[in-house]
């Protein structure tokens, strides 16, 4: 076993199954949230919650949500599954006013390939929220996805209070908390890695309360060294284009470095967020 405050790089193998390519058909309305989503029908009858290119959060969203996606996901974390959504410009057109607020005034989202993420709530009977009421607190049955989370966060450096949406079938007492919102992970929109800066906890910290035990964190480090540490190349590589400025290569170097001083990079939360 590594030393604490470093980890073995994984050597678990690379998962090799390619995210969806799924073309949208309808767009149904926009979603909160100053990214300006659209939850959008595709080819694949599925709902998709779709950021689109040249949005208002500035360069590198939706590269960091499709690695944050892939991260989160790879270690087990629950979260909506994701796809490239191919919106075509006739598409685009029939919606003006979904045009973006720039400095230099209103702007039309171009066609082209844009980050879909499933939509949470499909289903006729499911209840979804940001914000579950008070009472329902202790029902969630992934609680520990918090903290693991938490963990990926410190890797990536988000700067971005970490969002959840919950859900549950109706009549149902137990939640499912998916996480998303993976915008500010990577140093943030400019890739600035700043560990001052970092935000990445969910808003409400009772979510988090009993769960930080050394034994787990080294446990979770672990884990996520093992199927992270391989994956990163690939992950990477199916990045398109033209959602980053070719510092793909760097971005991977970053990462395994952070990855190697994980736990230290955890230190300065050890005592105060997690009491
Ligand atoms: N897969 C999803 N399923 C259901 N609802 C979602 C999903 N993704 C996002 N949402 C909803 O859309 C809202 C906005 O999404 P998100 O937080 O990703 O974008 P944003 O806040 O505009 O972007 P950013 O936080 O990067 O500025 C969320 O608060 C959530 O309610
Ligand atoms: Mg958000």
Not at 188 to 212: E, N
Not at 252 to 258: A, H, T
Request: with cysteine.
């Amino acid at each position: 076993m590594a030393n604490r405050g470093e980890c073995c790089l994984g050597s678990a193998p690379p998962r090799k199954k390619r995210p969806e390519f799924v073309t949208a058909t309808y767009m149904i309305r926009q979603m909160g949230g100053p990214s300006k989503s659209v939850l959008m029908l595709c080819d694949d009858y599925q709902y998709y919650v779709v950021k689109l290119q040249g949005n208002p959060r500035g360069p590198y969203v939706l590269a960091n949500e499709f690695l944050g996606n892939k991260l989160l996901s790879t270690v087990g974390i629950q979260t909506p599954p994701c796809a490239f959504v191919l919106v075509e410009d006739c598409l685009m057109r029939t919606a003006p006013a979904r045009w973006f607020e720039h400095f230099e005034g209103g702007k039309r989202p171009c066609g082209g390939i844009h980050f879909g993420s499933a939509f949470i709530g499909d289903a006729t009977d499911m209840n979804t929220t940001d914000f579950p009421a008070r009472r329902s607190r202790v029902h969630v049955w992934n609680r520990r996805d918090f903290l693991r989370t938490f963990v990926v966060d410190v890797l990536a450096n988000n700067q971005s209070p970490r969002q959840v949406v919950f859900s549950r079938a109706k009549g149902r007492e137990t939640w499912t908390a998916s996480f998303i919102d993976n915008a500010a992970m990577f140093g943030g929109t400019c890739r600035i890695f700043d560990d001052a800066l970092f935000r990445g906890t969910y808003f409400d910290k009772s979510r988090y309360r009993g769960m930080w035990d050394e034994d787990r964190i080294e446990r979770y480090v672990h884990e996520i060294a093992d199927c992270a540490g391989s994956a990163l190349d690939e992950y990477v590589e199916q990045v398109p284009r033209e959602w980053c400025k070719g510092d793909a290569g760097d971005l991977v170097q970053c990462l395994r470095k952070r990855l190697w001083k994980l736990n230290l990079l955890l230190n300065p939360f050890r005592d105060r967020l997690f009491p």
